[in-house]
């Protein structure tokens, strides 16, 4: 970026709204979107450079919401006739690296990063469907998007974001005190209605274009939920794979259980400052329960059913 650039580009950030996420760390307001200040200028980037490819594979959602896990089963079913479950490269790399965030691991690092890597490319974003580059839209590329229930989703992000360890960050130290915050989807690309009813909408109007899968009804069926994203991606599984067990074997090599264990996992950082392992905690569906006292899951309960009433999307 040129100096006049680089200087239009901090006055255009200083025009935008600020807020706080849960430990304290700034966020800025940008088309309806709470983006994490630091990776601004990549989400800026993203919307104004990326161009599409019809047979590009786009992971969306709001974070905390089974985005690992998705990656992780998006390659492995991509890739499944380059190399068997026992080979898989998620043995040795983080389903992130593999799967890169267009907002915080490319155009913030650069505006033209390199994505000439063979088709299907599988990238990923927390960028709202309203806010996405036309040329995803326009082209005909797929995106998946996952959705989890808010209450969950906020509890994952809760002790997410208290894993973070930074010195430039106030220590998130209960809940109640990001329940305001909560409540007004104040968080990283929220809010959470927002986000949510982007894709939905999307996926209703456009289901050849938009699959809209919930974290709950994976953990439900994992071999159904593996089928309809195998379909919709262009890789069906054949007869013979699913009387061989592939599927079976896919869901496996991706399992919370096996994904947590493996040593590349455990170990090291992303690239957003969060430890690889903070991305594996419980993967359980109502672990709310355990967290937000009955009076305050029914506050927030009444929020969802109001941000998302007449969508016809439920929990
Ligand atoms: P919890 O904090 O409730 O355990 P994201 O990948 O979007 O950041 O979401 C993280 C959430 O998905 C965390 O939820 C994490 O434990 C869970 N998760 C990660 N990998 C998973 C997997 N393979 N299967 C199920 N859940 C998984």
């Known amino acids: 970026m040129d100096t006049a650039s680089e200087d239009s ?54 974070p905390k919401s089974g985005t690992t896990w998705l990656k992780a089963l998006t390659f492995s079913v991509v890739n499944r006739h380059r190399c ?32 000439d890597f063979p088709p299907p490319r599988i990238l990923s974003c927390h960028t709202h469907y309203t806010a996405l580059p036309q040329s995803i839209r326009d082209s005909n590329c797929k995106i998946v998007y996952t959705c989890r229930n808010p209450l969950d989703q906020a509890v994952s992000y809760f002790h997410f974001i208290r894993s973070r360890a930074s010195g430039s960050t106030k220590p998130v130290s209960s809940i109640d005190e990001c329940f305001e915050s909560m409540c007004r989807g104040v968080q990283s690309h929220g809010p959470f209605w927002n986000s949510m009813l982007g894709y939905w909408r999307a996926s209703l109007e456009r289901p050849d274009k938009v699959l809209f899968l919930k974290y709950e009804d994976m953990k439900e069926d994992i071999i159904v939920s593996l089928k309809r994203l195998a379909e ?22 991706c399992s919370f259980e096996n994904l947590k264990d ?27 329960g355990n967290h937000l006292s009955p009076s305050m899951a029914e506050t927030f309960w009444k929020i969802v059913e109001e941000k998302l009433d007449g969508s016809g999307l439920t929990f």
């Not at 009387?243 to 074997?249: D, F, L, N, T, Y």
């Open 232 to 253: 919709f991606v262009g890789f069906p599984f054949t007869e013979k794979e699913e009387k061989e067990g592939v599927i079976g074997e896919i869901s496996r090599l």
């Open 84 to 115: 068997s479950p026992g080979e898989s490269p998620l043995i040795t790399t983080p389903p992130h690296e593999l799967v890169p965030f267009f907002e915080s691991d490319l155009y913030l690092k650069s505006q033209n990063p390199d994505l």
């Open 9 to 62: 580009f901090q006055e255009f950030v200083l025009t935008l709204p600020t807020g706080k996420d849960w430990d304290g760390a700034p966020l800025l307001l940008h088309n309806d979107t709470w983006c994490p200040a630091y990776c601004i200028r990549g989400v800026v980037s993203f919307q104004q450079n990326f161009r599409a490819q019809d047979t590009d594979i786009i992971i969306t959602s709001l």
């Open 262 to 288: 493996l040593e590349v996992n455990r170990n090291g950082f992303h690239s957003s400052g969060f430890s690889n392992s903070a991305f594996f905690r419980k993967g359980e569906v109502g672990d709310w």
